[in-house]
């Protein structure tokens, strides 16, 4: 008789885990389907960009109209940030399931407070966002948040494997929270640290951690840095010597590179999200890799 139960239990779970792996999820950015991919084993997982491309600016391809139009759900960081192209695909795409306001249409900026919200009308200049900052998957606070957001939409679209999202979440929080103690207290000793910062890329972790923005290379939000904004910083960056000048894998360093040559100050090269196909493949490991740098530039 337990036999029995027991081939079951195992049938049962087969089953659950055979109804998980036909769920297909198109993400916007790497950040979402790195964890996506923790939170649904087995799914099949698509992110639209990459960590060496800025997620403002793709083009529309066939490839990705045919990735959205098989999606049973999409997830994107939302605040405007793929104002530029997602609409596009959708209409192209034509999948009912992943329309804005269907339960397969998920923009996680609705789920959280965003931060920097300027008045100033979405491409007037080209990167602000009234929504605020929509790069906030580099707020560990934040994505504690938003992992369990995630979590519900998959048990609403895919009932049958409800029981296989709660363990991965819950998997997923325990080993979040792990991680959160070590950050934590990274953060403490770079608390009130200067930086100089290319952009907003990494609002949301500096003030995480409490560092300080002392001046942007960018002479005015979304208008690239020009060698006479960035000549005008040197001063300040000599007399409060910042920790490290932050730009990010997809961006124009010249202006940073060339600040860091006449004032002494670290450039830092960072990755802005997850690089699926490289070693800091998911959320955790880019939180432990640039808690680590900038702990090393200190």
Request: aromatic fraction near 8%; proline fraction near 5%; charge should be positive.
């Amino acid at each position: 008789m337990l036999r029995m139960v027991s081939k079951l239990l195992a049938f049962s779970l087969l089953a659950l885990v055979n109804t998980a792996q036909a769920i297909t999820i198109f993400t916007c950015e790497p950040e979402w389907a790195a964890l996506s991919m923790e939170l649904a084993p087995g799914a099949k997982v698509f992110s639209a960009t990459h960590v060496y491309q800025d997620p403002h600016y793709i083009e529309a391809r066939p490839s990705l109209i045919s990735k959205i139009a098989k999606a049973d759900l999409v997830i994107c960081s939302g605040a405007g940030l793929e104002s530029g192209w997602l609409p596009a695909l959708q209409k192209r795409a034509a999948n009912r399931k992943v329309v804005n306001g269907a339960d397969g249409m998920l923009y996680l900026s609705q789920f959280i407070k965003t931060i920097e919200k300027h008045k100033t009308k979405f491409f007037s200049t080209e990167h602000v966002h009234p929504a605020g900052n929509p790069h906030f998957h580099l707020d560990p606070d934040r994505v504690s948040k938003l992992a369990p957001v995630i979590s519900q939409r998959l048990q609403i679209i895919d009932s049958g494997s409800r029981l296989i999202y709660q363990q991965a979440l819950a998997k997923w929080q325990k080993n979040w929270q792990q991680s959160l103690q070590q950050w934590q207290q990274q953060a403490a000793q770079l608390k009130g640290q200067p930086v100089v910062v290319q952009h907003t890329s990494f609002s949301y972790l500096i003030n995480w951690i409490g560092m300080d923005a002392i001046a942007d290379l960018e002479p005015e939000p979304g208008v690239p840095p020009t060698m006479a904004h960035a000549q005008s910083l040197i001063a300040d960056a000599r007399q409060e010597q910042p920790v490290a000048i932050l730009t990010n894998w997809y961006q124009n360093d010249r202006a940073a590179r060339w600040m860091s040559d006449k004032t002494g100050v670290k450039h830092l090269n960072l990755p802005a999200t997850v690089d699926l196909k490289g070693d800091i493949n998911n959320l955790q490991r880019l939180f432990d890799h640039l808690l680590a740098q900038l702990q090393e530039a200190q």
